[in-house]
């Protein structure tokens, strides 16, 4: 699976857009981009992935460049539950459930 | 329709003792993963289970730790002869496929050793 790249922390005020970007330049053709987060001491929790057209669903929106090598998660009203450690991990979709590799990920924090 | 349990929440052990993980998988869900998170870390894929079947076991090291899911009851993660380096908090998730494009993932269990 190609490696990603995250910045470690962010921050954001609360009821703004937080804009997380992935860097991804080694993704191949059939690679999707996952986004899962976690917060504090609970397991994470899945968030969107997709391949390359932009996706958006009720928690967030993934915005892929064109060229695929890079990405960014949106959380269009951010709020301080949104506080967490977010994820984005790059793997084959393949019907044979492997495994998501988790990296360090980037922190964000959502203030008053 | 309850999520992913995990049991027992916190587990304490002394070295050389067994540790016993349970994970119970969301309804419907056949396919089970086991994450490590050791202090500071992002999660590690240890091993992926479907029902009787061990699919993928990559992640897990070669002595000490196994893994079941039996036809009936939850998936058991077992650390034989644990030692401190295998404090950690263990996180089970379960997807409705082989996909695994969402997993869901329970609350961990921590565990400690003395």
């Known amino acids: 699976d190609a490696k990603t790249t995250q910045p470690t922390s962010m921050d954001c005020a609360e009821g703004r857009a937080a804009n997380l970007p992935c860097n991804h330049s080694?993704?191949?053709?059939?690679?999707?981009v996952y986004w899962y987060r976690q917060i504090h001491s609970q397991g994470p929790q899945y968030i969107i992935h997709?391949?390359?057209n932009n996706e958006t669903n009720e928690m967030a929106s993934l915005i892929i460049t064109e060229d695929r090598k890079s990405s960014t998660l949106i959380l269009p009203h951010a709020t301080l539950r949104d506080t967490a450690v977010y994820y984005c991990i790059v793997r084959v979709a393949t019907y044979s459930g492997y495994a998501l590799n988790f990296g360090k990920g980037t922190s964000l924090l959502v203030t008053p | 329709n309850a999520g992913v349990m995990q049991n027992p929440r916190h587990l304490v052990r002394r070295r050389g003792q067994e540790a016993r993980l349970r994970c119970s998988p969301m309804k419907g869900h056949s396919h089970v993963y086991w994450y490590r998170q050791l202090p500071e870390e992002g999660l590690k894929f240890m091993v992926y289970l479907q029902k009787e079947n061990i699919i993928d076991e990559s992640g897990m090291p070669k002595e000490r730790f196994s893994a079941e899911f039996p036809k009936e009851g939850p998936s058991i993660l077992r650390i034989q002869q644990v030692v401190r380096g295998d404090s950690a908090a263990y996180f089970c998730?379960?997807?409705?496929?082989?996909?695994?494009?969402?997993?869901?993932f329970g609350p961990g269990t921590r565990l400690t050793v003395l």
């Open positions: 080694t993704i191949s053709g059939n690679e999707y």
């Open positions: 998730a379960s997807s409705p496929d082989s996909s695994g494009n969402e997993q869901f």
């Open positions: 997709g391949l390359k």
